[in-house]
């Protein structure tokens, strides 16, 4: 069993299947911005990382953590169940593509996503299947995380995303198309200079046109001493 700590909360993932935890997931849950209290599900939540630091932030807030992986899933239960917040976190296996039938339509005003970054046939090489289905779109592509999104939130609602920096067209495009209106957009450095290695996006349900950026988020110096990168 591979264990982290969050800011003070325990999280446990399955040794086979776990993913040490990445930049992506701390860069997503500093940039989202959900009002205290709020309604957060949590979509491709992985190890539940991002929803474990939104409530360590605001323990006020409500998480469901949708996962397609059972193990992963089960490792959740157990990490809500060691930090006593079963009331607060909870887990919910299934496929996000199938949405309509797992939760009802605007059930949150808040969305965070940290989703599958390659599409398949793209050249990336999982090593095992676990990696597969979290790093490709194997199971999901970038239109069905949107259009899951989409139906959970109420009008005004935000989706908070983490991304690769080469896939912004499509996520532009892809989220226009589901009536989120991309409105902040901020690039994310391994180090000064260097080209981004990540995109944090928010938009709007059925918000209006326009698009705003935040000054880069730098990682670390220029020895490259810092957080990991994802």
Not at 114 to 125: A, D, K, R
Request: charged share 20%; aromatic share 6%.
């Amino acid at each position: 069993m591979h264990t982290e700590y969050l800011n003070g909360w325990l999280a446990l993932s399955p040794e086979a299947e776990g993913f040490p935890l990445g930049t992506d997931a701390i860069v997503l849950a500093d940039f989202a911005a959900p009002p205290r209290g709020a309604a957060v599900c949590d979509l491709c939540a992985g190890s539940g990382a991002v929803g474990l630091l939104l409530l360590s932030r605001d323990p006020s807030m409500r998480v469901t953590a949708l996962e397609l992986r059972e193990a992963a899933c089960a490792a959740m239960e157990r990490t809500a169940a060691a930090n006593g917040i079963t009331d607060r976190f909870s887990v919910l296996h299934g496929d996000l593509r199938a949405i309509c039938s797992l939760l009802p339509a605007g059930s949150f005003t808040q969305v965070t996503c940290n989703p599958p970054y390659y599409p398949v046939g793209s050249g990336y090489q999982p090593e095992t299947e676990a990696q597969a289905i979290a790093r490709t779109e194997l199971c999901c592509t970038l239109s069905d995380v949107c259009a899951a999104a989409a139906w959970l939130l109420r009008t005004g609602g935000c989706l908070w995303m983490v991304h690769r920096p080469e896939r912004l067209t499509d996520l532009l495009c892809t989220l226009r198309a589901h009536s989120l209106e991309p409105k902040r957009l901020r690039t994310v450095l391994p180090k000064p200079n260097a080209a981004p290695s990540l995109l944090l996006i928010k938009a709007v349900r059925g918000g209006k046109p326009g698009l705003g950026w935040d000054e880069p988020l730098v990682l670390s110096g220029p020895d490259g001493a810092g957080i990991r990168e994802a």
